[in-house]
């Protein structure tokens, strides 16, 4: 995938991101390379705490998020991106989204995408993390409908997962992360390769804070696909978690409160949802709302907490 940042007709910056499994998830000399940035508007791959100018990865097999970077942004400016991908494989979708406008665009495989927007005074306009592009292996595994719930008690993590048809399945593994985009498998099961079946797993030890977690759910033959990713707080200020997320009609909040009110509202702060909490678990219904990043709001008498979700159509 090629990405160049122009302005009008005039090239500014670009970066490279390859896919191949001779290529390593680690940053390593000779594959990646580090971005040094200039006086002028630039952009680069966050990776690790670093940028990149060229990332090189492992071919996708579940689902890959490329965080682009960018630097020096100036108000008022109309820009583009230019994306081309090649030599992808078929089963491979991408998007970009920006979280500023709240909008999440298709991007055409092995082909050329140009993708304008503008950048005006608001801080949020012009925030380095604005972008990022999301590619996606929809090849056929044998597993359907794998769903990940969970919830905190008591500042353990409790998670439950249900298959309704799977064959030819390894195992599955928890896996969990602070910030959502560096994981670390923490339990990995057997699968039981029939259908309907459950799972589960407990921490064993109390956590703090805002935590993501996700299934790798891996076959006989070693391909991989991920589930919904969920996040969950446990803290002395109780626990939040929403699911599934992404999501695309439905979605549950679950928290300690059964009192107080849940809003969504977009990356600008416009409120597109409010419902009253009545008991531990609200459902709300957001098919209405578009692609896009929402941030959810709790507010109860104990205090404010947000957290977000990826809305898909």
Known sequence: INLTLNKGNTMIDGVVGLYNNSFSNAIIKGEDAYKFNGNEENISIAQSGTTLSINAKPEIAGVDTMFLNLNKMIAGTTYNFNISTTNMPGNITGNIIDRYLNTN???????????????????????????????????????????LKGKAINQHTSLNWSVETEKEVSNYTVEISKDGIHYSPVYTTPAFNINNSHYSYSSEEKETGNKYYRIKMTDNKGSF??????????????????????AINNITVSSPSTTGMISIS???????????????????????????????????????KTTSVLVEK
């Not at 993390?129 to 056929?140: E, P, Q």
């Not at 008991?279 to 209405?288: D, G, R």
């Open 266 to 304: 977009d990356m600008s702060g416009k409120i597109y949802l409010t419902q009253q909490i009545k008991s531990t678990s609200t459902s709300l219904h957001i098919n209405k709302l578009k692609q896009g990043m929402y941030t959810i709001t709790i507010q109860t008498e104990e205090g404010k």
């Open 105 to 147: 665009s298709v991007l055409k495989m092995n082909d050329s995408n140009k993708i304008m927007f503008t950048v005006d005074t608001f801080t949020s306009s012009k925030a380095a993390n604005r972008f990022m592009i999301i590619l996606n292996n929809k090849s056929t595994l044998p597993v359907t409908n794998l769903t």
């Open 225 to 246: 696909l991920y589930s919904n990713t969920i996040e969950i707080f446990t803290g002395k200020e109780g626990a939040i978690s929403v699911y599934p997320n992404p």
